[in-house]
């Protein structure tokens, strides 16, 4: 089983400022089958980053993702109000997919 | 546009079973693998099961091996989940999910709570 550690556990920022969320996984992810989820209250996930990098339908470009084998991050450029949720890292690179914890990302 | 439906979710006894359902709609249900994945109350989101697109192929996170059984239906266009030997720790909200890969569309969940 692949364990995703997602830090920090809560990001407090204010709007319009740069998010950098991270992932670590105990070991190297494969092909690079890396994505991003957010999940405001009450609501689904919603897919934001697969691949490491592409963004999925409809997600805007203050988004990106990065990094490689057991490394990973989660950018937003420009922090909007509607930006402020939980946001997950999973691995689905192999039979037994996780996710990570979680990081709240909430307003300073 | 891609809909996913789950229903099913109820309130159970410690060691009974239920079925969700998910009734999928806007797609080629048969073309795409398919999930569960839950989120207990408070807590992150964890990958259940998941099942291949004519369900050849079938994979679950070790706490339900041999409790829980992912089966679909695709002339109903539909996703199921058996689950028995139901524990306090099964009660979260369940999605499903398509999963070819990755998560790129959810349900809104059903709730299953385990309680005495």
Redesign the interface.
Known sequence: ?IVLTQSPGTLSLSPGKRATLSCRASQSVSSG?L?W?Q?KPG?????LI??IYSR??GIPDRFSGNGSGTDFTLSISRLEPEDFAVY?C?Q?GT????????TRLEIK | EVQLVESGGDLVQPGGSLRLSCAASGFTFSRFWMSWVRQAPGKGLEWVANIKREGSEKNYVDSVKGRFTISRDNAKNSLYLQMNSLRVEDTAVYYCARSDYPFDQWGQGTLVTVSS
Do not use: K
């Not at chain 1, 609501?43 to 897919?47: C, E, K, M, T, V």
């Not at chain 1, 039979?95 to 979680?102: E, M």
């Open positions: 089983e089958y994505a989820y999940q609501q689904a996930p919603r897919l697969y691949g999925a339908t997950y999973q689905y039979s037994l997919i996780t996710f990570g914890q979680g």
